[in-house]
């Protein structure tokens, strides 16, 4: 099959773009907002971009309460997410009011950053403390809906000594979960190596 998005019907139950692009990870992103509250919800448009210096980005189809926090502050907290936490993130997605707490939502701990005042999530096996480099707007197919990139500038990289071994990050220890299209998950659970063809 073949359609063009921006004209034609795919023609399927759902859109495919998102069961094609995959296997996608979450950003588990933390925040807060002007008053001081946290804010916590996965991301799965999101990905690290650059790495000297690490930048990551995420984007919010509509405008959410992370956009909106990272917008006042400044700052936010990409915490990586082990399939041990999969209830807890599927629950912190629940569309609450701006005011609501989604870490005590999921029963969830946060605990202090150290280079930005947002906190991150206690059990997450990694966590990125991010300064807002910049929020990109993007075209939206829905009028009134705003899309819109957020990028930020790692600060700070939290990693569960649990999880490095012989000096590398133990990535199958870690069981990354990852977003897959309509409802599916996957985990990454098999690694292997390549080495480069000129190494
Ligand atoms: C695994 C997963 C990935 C998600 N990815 C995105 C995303 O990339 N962009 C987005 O706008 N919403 C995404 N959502 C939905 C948001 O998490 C949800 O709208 C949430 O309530 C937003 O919270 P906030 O308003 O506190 O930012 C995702 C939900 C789940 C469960």
């Known amino acids: 099959m073949y359609y063009q998005p921006l004209t034609q019907d795919h023609g399927l139950r759902h859109s495919p773009i998102k069961a094609l692009v995959i296997p996608r990870p979450i950003g588990w ?3 807060l907002d002007a008053q001081g509250r946290p804010n916590l919800a996965p991301y799965s448009f999101f990905n690290v971009v ?3 210096p690490a930048m990551v980005m995420f984007s919010s189809s509509g405008e959410k309460d992370s956009l909106r926090n990272c917008q006042e502050t400044g700052e936010f907290v990409a915490n990586l997410v082990s399939a041990r936490q999969t209830k807890a993130m599927n629950i912190s997605s629940t569309a609450v009011p701006s005011e609501v707490d989604e870490f005590q939502l999921a029963g969830l701990q ?4 150290h280079s930005v005042k947002a906190p991150r999530v206690k059990d997450a096996p990694a966590a990125l403390e991010c300064k807002l480099h910049d ?3 993007l075209p939206s197919s829905q009028p009134g809906r705003r899309n819109a990139m957020v990028l930020g500038l790692v600060t700070g990289v939290f990693i569960d000594d649990a999880y490095i071994k012989d000096g590398m990050v133990d990535q199958e220890a870690m069981q990354m979960l990852a977003r897959c299209g309509y409802r599916d998950y996957a985990t990454v659970e098999r690694v292997f190596e390549i080495g480069r063809p000129d190494d």
Not at 110 to 113: K, R, V
Request: proline share 0%; with cysteine.
């Open 135 to 137: 929020i990109i707007e």
């Open 110 to 113: 946060a605990i202090a950053s």
């Open 29 to 31: 992103i933390s925040t």
């Open 50 to 52: 650059c790495d000297a």
